[in-house]
């Protein structure tokens, strides 16, 4: 009963996500209060079927209902109840339904966080991604219904893969999705605002703060899966360029040029057709990667078990949407005003270089990662394109954006000299050069890379220490604590943001120019030393865990003489799908990680072991942590606190079609104040 | 130790367990002595593994989705460092080992694609993208410069334009 | 005309996108097709003190069928096999690969024995020589001892039919 109430409510939030998507943006073009002021209820209404659907999809797999097709396929009854939840997003039909779900959640958020804004324009965003609502609710309706019987029920389910039974499973899709479905929204801005014509500073002002939400969870989900790729795969790694790796990495580098490039078209006006069709470019690429991940075009270790029917929907689906607003962009480009003029040197050209470099490095990644179909598709043979060359050719694209990392804040808006911000970073330069040669040096070796790792991140800290002192120092407030407190939320933001990244380039760099490794046949009672760390095998015993058994060992790790930890890596067999894991130990540390894989038995009394020592791999996930918790600052910032706060401007039915000004429509005079053009 | 079924025995096997105790202990004792020694290495020679490691994880397992050889389990991927390492041994190059794969899988085996006239775009698209994007970037201001400058307002419109905000003397400005 | 350009990139990326839903990413087609097939000296699976080599057979065309005890998939295509060596059309091989000597015998005891010879390799080392990846696969070499087609995974009828035995004879004539 459970999957037909499921069924059912997915079937309802169908028809109140066509309501969505139709009604209020007919009523937008037409002028209609009342089929506007559908669009929230509706998104509401949706958001609350498609939940019940997921709570009865929960609920099934929880209670073992192995007569529901997907539930056989994913789980077990010996399945930890934690796992039997995960097991719900562990297939394609039920991370689509997290896709749907996601997305209506999003959709409320927006009904809730939009009363400063326009009716028409929320009647817009809510109705076409309502639409997006739409077309996920029919692929899983028509291809992908989780909620399919299998009569006789089996008796035992297949078991989740033993790889994704990890805490990492529960927190990561979440995550990912959160920041994949939140590009939605930009989207939906965007659209909107070409739709009405209004593409001007006040979408990009109210734009921000979803795209750099949406941008925060992005960054979380990818650093959780590198993460967890890292502790759960057994053999250190944690980034391999995969093709669904890169499919996330692409939505990332895209809103983060998407980000940048609403602070030229907030601050200065400027730039507007560019920024819509960034926010165009950012959802199509989730949607892309949706489509890559799911058809089976692409060979990767993550993809899901699925068919190319499947595929050709998700197709259709992309030419629909993203060809459709990629259409409306051409028609609308000629109509949209310029915006005000900069010189060559200025903030507004150093922010758009960092578009262009951050939009090449995403062409590069979608390059690399179609190549293979390119070259198949045309007949010329079977090609690989794997770390090596992303490697070779990400780096140098990216490294030009990291240096303009630390002259984009400091250089003026409009009109800038080179040779002022030349003088005003003579200090940065210089201490990052000398970092860049002592460092390396004092940790070991000196080696380019590394060299060049520690230049980059050294530079991107002193310039922003610099920043922050010319403009502490600048401002009139008497006291430092008041100077301080003066700083708006988004410029703490962007600093955070800033060293978080030289944070996970410190962690990059390092690792790779240091991590040391050993691969070694250990009897009970043997040690082995690696970088200073004396490990000793104390023991290798049985144990039973609830749905595997285990070869576990106990690893004993001192440092001259001193002890350190005890590390149990473990084998284990998975009993309903007889596949063995190695589950990594790992001892974290803030300047290293000790990390030991138990191998295979090579004979009566010995294991082949493995011992790594990674010197600041924990860096690159608090580099990423940093990198969304400087989003999230800047999210907080009080400008945006304050607009809520505002009384909502009063509906303005005849405003349907009203064509472009630039004046922020719904600001009180504070907020025109807050963005007038000084410098942040 | 069993427990012993009747009585009599009782002492019997407790004196037998405390035998065996003195007899195992010293044994077990000498065999951690004996066997606390530094871990042998898996392999007999690091520095080739080393190698082997390096050429391999430039290779795709072919019957995996998506895995170097080097970390692959695979039989196949097992029986390929095998080769690699008797292969490094006899004295062969990177370069010579790769084109042996090569002869056998085609370029598919490659996770870095060789430079060759179907990987032109490959290698260099993106750097001509650079190029071309940075030259469009540079010349898309100046446009914007040049044409703002000439829609510019003259010196006698802006002079019009002050005097009309200038605020009436009689205190009629709607400001 | 600037604007249109988005539109376009992205009709061309849904042409390669649809094409690329009807290719098999996994596939890895033979680049020793037209070349010479790799010498090897392997041991017969009946009696292993007489070798075989490549050499030994020019002047026929044949067909050499990588296989194992341990492989599913070879006996879905067994039967065909069968089927062909009793037809006498071309001389079928069978290359043993990485398998027990005993667990192979006992195994064509079972099904029956399409070959005219079947030869261990119980490394892989020559299944590494002939760019093997998978079992079952099937190459057809010609009288000159060159490789003219690779078949991989299990043979189908319409495989047969439609391209090995066509091929078979145009090499055979």
């Not at chain 3, 061309?12 to 790799?38: H, Q, T, W, Y």
């Not at chain 3, 009946?46 to 070798?51: C, D, G």
């Not at chain 3, 002047?59 to 341990?70: F, I, P, R």
């Not at chain 3, 039967?79 to 005993?102: M, S």
Request: charged residues 15%.
């Amino acid at each position: 009963m459970t999957a037909e109430l499921g069924h059912f409510a997915l079937i309802l939030a169908l028809v109140l996500a066509l309501v969505q998507a139709i009604v209020p943006l007919v009523g937008a073009s037409t002028g209609r209060p009342a089929w506007m002021a559908l669009a929230r209820p509706a998104a509401r209404g949706q958001f609350l079927f498609i939940a019940i659907a997921f709570a009865c999809l929960t609920r099934a797999f929880i209670d073992n209902d192995f007569s529901v097709l997907y539930v056989a396929e994913h789980s077990n009854s010996l399945l930890p109840v934690v796992y039997r939840v995960t097991a719900v997003w562990g297939g394609h039909e039920g991370s689509i339904l997290l896709w749907a779900l996601i997305l209506a959640l999003w959709t409320v958020a927006v009904s809730l966080f939009s009363r400063h804004l326009p009716e028409p324009m929320v009647a817009r965003i809510i109705g076409i991604m309502g639409l997006i609502s739409v077309g996920f609710l029919l692929f899983t309706l028509f291809t992908s219904n989780p909620f399919e019987r299998m009569l006789p029920g089996a008796v035992e389910g297949k078991d989740l893969n033993p790889l994704l039974q990890d805490p990492g499973m529960v927190i990561h899709p979440p995550m990912l999705y959160m920041g994949y479905v939140g590009s939605t929204v930009a989207f939906a801005f965007a659209l909107s605002a070409l739709i009405s014509g209004r593409l001007d500073a006040a979408w990009a002002r109210w734009s921000r703060p979803w795209v750099t939400t949406a941008w925060c969870f992005l960054t979380v989900g990818i650093a959780l899966g590198s993460g967890w790729a890292y502790y759960e795969l057994g053999w250190g790694g944690w980034w391999f360029w995969d093709p669904v790796e890169n499919a996330s990495f692409m939505p990332w580098l895209a809103g983060t040029a998407l980000m940048h490039s609403l602070a030229v078209t907030e601050k200065r006006g400027g730039f507007k057709m560019w920024t819509a069709l960034l926010a165009i470019i950012a959802f199509s690429l989730s949607l892309l990667g949706t489509f890559l991940v799911r058809s089976g075009v692409l060979s990767s270790v993550h993809a899901f078990a699925t068919d190319p029917a499947r595929g050709v929907f998700i197709l259709g689906f992309l030419v629909v949407v993203i060809g459709g607003s990629l259409a409306l962009f051409a028609w609308r480009a000629p109509s949209v005003g310029t915006g005000g003029s900069f010189e060559m040197v200025s903030r507004e050209s150093a922010l758009l270089a960092n578009n262009v470099l951050l939009l090449v490095a995403t062409a590069a990644v979608l390059l690399g990662t179609l190549y293979p179909l390119l070259i198949d598709a045309l007949g010329m043979g079977k090609l690989s394109v794997g770390p090596p060359y992303f490697e070779a050719v990400f780096v140098p694209l990216m490294a030009p954006a990291l240096f303009l990392m630390g002259i984009g804040p400091i250089t003026r808006w409009k009109q800038a000299n080179a040779i002022d911000i030349a003088r005003r970073l003579r200090w940065a330069g210089g201490v990052s050069f000398v970092s860049a040669i002592v460092a390396p040096l004092l940790l070991g070796h000196w080696t380019p890379m590394v060299g060049f790792g520690v230049l980059l991140a050294a530079w991107i800290v002193t310039t922003a220490a610099t920043n922050l002192i010319g403009r502490l120092r600048e401002h009139p407030a008497p006291t430092l604590r008041a100077k301080l407190a003066a700083q708006p939320g988004s410029y703490y933001g962007m600093l955070l943001a800033h060293c978080g990244m030289a944070v996970f380039i410190i962690g990059v760099t390092l690792v790779k120019g240091y991590e040391t490794e050993k691969d070694l046949r250990m009897e009970v009672g043997d040690t082995a030393t690696i970088a200073g760390y004396t490990f000793r095998l104390d023991a290798i015993r049985e144990r039973a865990g609830p749905n595997y058994n285990a070869a576990q060992g106990t690893l004993t790790v001192t440092r001259d003489g001193q002890p350190v930890t005890v590390m149990h890596p473990e084998k284990r067999l998975y009993t309903a799908t007889k596949t063995p894991m190695t589950e990594a130990a790992i001892d974290t540390g803030f300047t290293r990680d000790l990390y030991a894989s138990l191998g295979e038995p090579v004979s009566r009394t010995a294991w082949s072991v493995r011992i790594h020592h990674k010197p600041f791999i924990d860096w690159i996930w608090f580099g990423c942590l940093l990198m969304a918790l400087g989003g999230l600052m800047a999210v907080l910032d009080r400008r945006y606190r304050s607009v809520r706060s505002t009384a909502p401007q009063p509906a303005q039915p005849a405003q349907a079609a009203s064509s472009a000004s630039s004046a922020p429509a719904s600001g009180t005079p504070a907020l025109v104040v807050r963005t007038s053009t000084r410098v942040p | 130790m069993r427990r012993p079924s009747y009585q009599p025995a009782r002492f019997a096997a407790f004196a037998r367990g405390l035998v065996l105790a003195l007899v195992w202990v010293p044994v077990l004792l000498g065999s951690a002595a004996a066997t606390a020694k530094e871990a042998a290495d898996a392999a007999t020679n690091p520095a080739l593994e080393a190698r082997v490691m390096a050429v391999s994880e430039e290779l795709r397992c072919l019957v995996c989705q998506n895995q170097t050889i080097a970390d692959s389990h695979a039989d196949l991927a097992v029986d390929l460092r095998n080769q690699i390492r008797t292969k490094l041994q006899a004295g062969e190059s990177e370069r010579e080992i790769k084109a042996y794969m090569v002869e056998r899988y085609g370029d598919f085996v490659l996770y870095r694609p060789p430079l060759k006239a179907t990987t032109v775009l490959l290698w260099v698209g993106p750097f001509a993208l650079l190029a071309l994007a940075a030259f469009a970037l540079w010349r898309t201001i100046r446009q914007r410069a040049q044409r703002l400058a000439a829609a510019a307002p003259s010196d006698a419109e802006l002079a019009r334009a002050r005097r009309l905000l200038k605020p009436d003397p009689a205190g009629h400005s709607d400001r | 005309m600037k604007r249109f350009l988005p539109v376009i990139v992205f009709a061309v990326l849904v042409a390669f996108l649809a094409i690329g839903l009807k290719l098999d990413p996994r596939e890895v087609p033979s680049p020793l097709v037209n070349k010479a097939a790799p010498a090897f000296k392997l041991p017969l699976l009946a009696q292993p003190e007489a070798m075989l080599t490549p050499a030994d057979l020019r002047g026929k065309v044949w067909l050499l069928n990588v296989w194992a005890s341990w492989c599913v998939s070879c006996r879905v295509e067994h039967p065909l096999l069968v089927e062909l060596a009793k037809t006498g059309t071309v001389p079928i091989y069978g290359l043993n690969y990485k398998d027990k000597r005993d667990d192979a015998m006992q195994w064509l005891r079972e099904r029956g024995d399409p070959y005219l010879q079947s030869i261990s390799d119980a490394d892989g080392r020559v299944g590494i020589d002939y760019g093997v990846y998978g079992v079952p696969e099937t190459f057809v070499i010609d009288r000159e001892g060159v490789i003219r087609y690779k078949q991989i995974g299990p043979l189908t009828p319409e495989a047969l039919r439609d391209t090995i035995l066509p091929l078979v004879r145009k090499l055979g004539a």
